[in-house]
């Protein structure tokens, strides 16, 4: 019995739709956050009654030895200059009952998180803009990224020292740390780390 013979337009339309699947695949795969450079993370806690969570990206070191210094010795991030504190989207704090950040009263919600670094102190602002893509937003359609001022939407601005850390972390790290009064949000990338109180309100 001989098999019938498929023909060849069949056959081109068969070879043309899975090699069209299959890029679409890829291209899916290669969009997902966790295969992503920089991947996705959470930190989370409760402080009190009150649930805190950060929402952020990794970077790793990489191979690159200036990570934050002047801009003159051209760092990967600049002293006085605002960072994303992470890679891609804006890091995002969401609250679920108001907080304590130093002795400032922060209120319930998702803020956006950006940073200051400088040599001795960082600058942590906490910002009503959310949804951004860095400092910006990038718009698909026109694939053009848009810097936003984020000096007019600083909610809390909370100044912390720079310590140095014994052993250096290769991956972009933000824990959340007990203290005897909440927890300590810490953020430690290569030799440096920042670490800012949060408390409950009562």
Aim: charge should be negative; charged fraction near 20%; proline fraction near 5%.
């Amino acid at each position: 019995m001989k098999l019938a013979k498929t023909p060849w337009t069949l056959m081109t339309a068969l070879l043309f739709l899975g090699t069209w699947i299959s890029a679409v695949s890829v291209e899916a795969q290669d969009l997902h956050p966790s295969r992503r450079p920089s991947p996705t993370s959470i930190a989370r806690t409760f402080v009190g009654d009150t649930y805190v969570k950060v929402v952020y990206s990794r970077p790793y070191k990489r191979g690159r030895d200036n990570i934050f210094g002047t801009e003159e010795s051209e760092a990967l991030v600049p002293f006085g200059k605002i960072w994303r504190t992470g890679a891609n989207e804006a890091t995002e704090i969401t609250l679920t009952d108001d907080v304590l950040i130093g002795d400032q009263k922060l209120s319930a919600g998702t803020y956006s998180i950006f940073t200051v670094p400088g040599a001795e102190h960082w600058t942590v602002q906490f910002n009503s803009v959310l949804g951004l893509s860095g400092t910006g937003r990038f718009d698909p359609e026109t694939r053009k990224f848009e810097a936003v001022d984020l000096s007019t939407s600083v909610v809390l601005a909370y100044t912390a020292p720079a310590a140095s850390l014994e052993e250096e972390v290769d991956q972009f790290t933000i824990a959340f740390e007990p203290s005897d009064a909440g927890a300590d949000m810490c953020m430690r990338w290569i030799t440096t780390e920042v670490c800012v109180p949060v408390a409950a309100t009562d």
